[in-house]
């Protein structure tokens, strides 16, 4: 059965600097997502991705948050400038679209220290 | 705007008791619905979906209903197992448009004791 991969599992980092999440993403999907889980709380929408472009962003999705399509199969979001909140569980989806359901990745779990 | 209200949790259950989760949405348009379950350490599984009103989805013994009258989406199981303990999200997303962002409920934590 296709999956959403991720990479890495779990990336600690320090308060300032640049990570890079990945995803690799179902391949005959259209439609890709970043979302968040700080640890005990909700799924929270990021970003969308269609078309080679941001379709929609939330507010937590700010200019220190980036996403990429770099070589039509991985998804990337960045983070310029980590910060302490940023820790989280981050989560990519993808969707083929239409009435069918999103397929999420295992996560990559962000420690910022 | 469009959000999802859960059950809080936790849910303490013993084994072969009968489980209910209550959600109710608030969205415009018609949106699909969902119920997706993670397992302690693991990713977001898709559990159940219903597209439309009236629509029942099922899987692995759980069972919700698409009620548009009165806006919800209860997950319930009529005997549930150790196995089942996990943290349960209801969500809901619009089809259409270049979105179809999935909207998630706070979660609702399951455990169930043998």
């Known amino acids: ?113 | 705007g469009d959000s999802v209200t859960q059950m809080e949790g936790p849910v303490t259950l013993s084994e072969e008791a009968f489980l209910t989760i209550n959600c109710t949405y608030t969205a415009t348009g018609y949106p699909s619905l969902f119920w997706y379950v993670q397992y302690p350490g693991e990713g977001l599984q898709l559990l159940l979906k219903a597209t439309k009103a009236d629509d029942k989805g099922s899987n692995k013994g759980f069972e919700a209903t698409y009620r548009k009258e009165t806006t919800s989406f209860h997950l319930e199981k009529g005997s549930v197992q150790v196995s089942d303990s996990a943290v349960y999200f209801c969500a809901l997303s619009v089809p259409g448009g270049a979105t179809n962002k999935l909207i998630f409920g706070t979660g609702t934590l399951l455990a169930v004791q043998p």
């Open chain 1, 1 to 113: 059965e296709p999956e959403v991969t991720q990479t890495p599992s779990h990336q600690v980092t320090q308060m300032g600097q640049e990570v890079i999440l990945r995803c690799v993403p179902i391949s005959n999907h259209l439609y890709f997502y970043w979302y968040r889980q700080i640890l005990g709380q909700k799924v929270e929408f990021l970003v969308s991705f269609y078309n080679n472009e941001i379709s929609e962003k939330s507010e937590i999705f700010d200019d220190q948050f980036s996403v990429e399509r770099p070589d039509g199969s991985n998804f990337t979001l960045k983070i310029r400038s980590t910060k302490l909140e940023d820790s989280a569980m981050y989560f990519c989806a993808s969707f083929r679209g239409g009435i069918t359901e999103a397929f999420f990745g295992q996560g990559t779990r962000l420690t910022v220290v």
